[in-house]
């Protein structure tokens, strides 16, 4: 059974940072391609940073420079250092993986930024 739980996230004021972690269980993480997503009320699900097992990442134009995404794949373990957040990163932030066709998310983690 494959779990994805998070931590982190909270309320910050624009300019502060937060990490996110997401504790990957049931896949052989370290193989696996991961990514972080972010949702606001009433729009879809955006992609925020992607890394695949070998280390390589992706960003989506509005956080790079100050969002970074890793991995622990000895301890299985997706992280998200966001640094100088803005109040438009406020979002419900989800964690993801997939194997063999299917998608796997964590519960969600809320991040508020406030001005």
């Known amino acids: 059974q494959v779990r994805l739980v998070q931590s982190g996230g909270g309320m910050v004021q624009a300019g502060e940072s937060l990490r996110l972690s997401c504790v990957a269980s049931?896949?052989?993480?370290?193989?696996?391609?991961m990514g972080w997503y972010r949702q606001t009320p009433g729009k879809e699900r955006q992609l925020v940073a992607t890394?695949?097992?070998?280390?390589?990442?992706n960003y989506t134009d509005s956080v790079k420079g100050r969002f970074t995404i890793s991995r622990d794949n000895v301890r299985n373990i997706l992280f998200l250092q966001m640094n100088n957040l803005k109040p438009e990163d406020t979002a419900d932030y989800y964690c993801t993986t997939r194997r063999q066709g299917t998608s796997f998310w964590g519960q969600g983690t809320p991040v508020t930024v406030s001005s």
């Open positions: 049931g896949i052989n993480f370290k193989i696996h391609p």
């Open positions: 890394i695949t097992s070998d280390g390589s990442t």
